[in-house]
């Protein structure tokens, strides 16, 4: 989008920028409630593990824990990861029916419904949203550009001083 393809093409990149802020801004309307998690990897830190099944491994267990803290406090919902359409769908569907039988670094997963859905970002809003969220984090670590994070920066998920939603893996 904010690189000009296809349809944006037609854009200034101003106006670009402008509809990117807009996007993530819907992300902090308190009517939502939106509660972000993201997983930022450098591959030479974690080298040789798969950064994909580490990144997943972080965004299973926190979002899990999110939903554990919630059933806690009386709110018994369950949750559903949904991503963009990939190659690696059937490793990630594998890795999540593990992290619900075997376990993960940190323990079991019992509060996500079921393994991963995936679909085509061009036909899910939702899909593009998450997009964008990280393109900011993209941004942030490797232009050093903060202006799209500093928008969603207190949506991801806290606990006291804590926050638990946003991992980064950069040494």
Not at 45 to 62: K, L, M, N, T, V
Not at 63 to 83: E, H, N, T
Not at 120 to 130: E, K, N, T
């Amino acid at each position: 989008m904010r690189g000009g393809s296809r349809f944006w093409r037609q854009f200034k990149v101003p106006d670009r920028i402008t509809a990117i802020h807009d996007g993530l801004r819907i992300l902090t309307w308190p009517r939502h409630g939106a509660i972000l998690f993201g997983v930022v990897v450098k591959k030479d830190a974690i080298s040789p593990i798969d950064p994909i099944a580490y990144a997943f491994e972080q965004i299973c267990s926190r979002f899990d824990q999110y939903l554990w803290r919630k059933y806690k406090a009386g709110d018994k919902q369950r949750g559903i990861i949904v991503m963009d359409k990939a190659t690696y769908e059937t490793t990630l569907q594998n890795l999540a029916t593990d992290f619900r039988t075997i376990g993960h670094t940190w323990g079991v997963v019992r509060n996500l419904s079921e393994v991963p859905l995936f679909t085509d970002s061009r036909s899910s809003r939702l899909v593009q949203l998450a997009d964008h969220v990280c393109f900011a984090l993209f941004r942030r670590r490797e232009h050093n550009d903060h202006q799209y994070f500093e928008i969603i920066r207190n949506r991801f998920d806290t606990e006291g001083a804590s926050m638990h939603g946003l991992h980064e893996k950069l040494w």
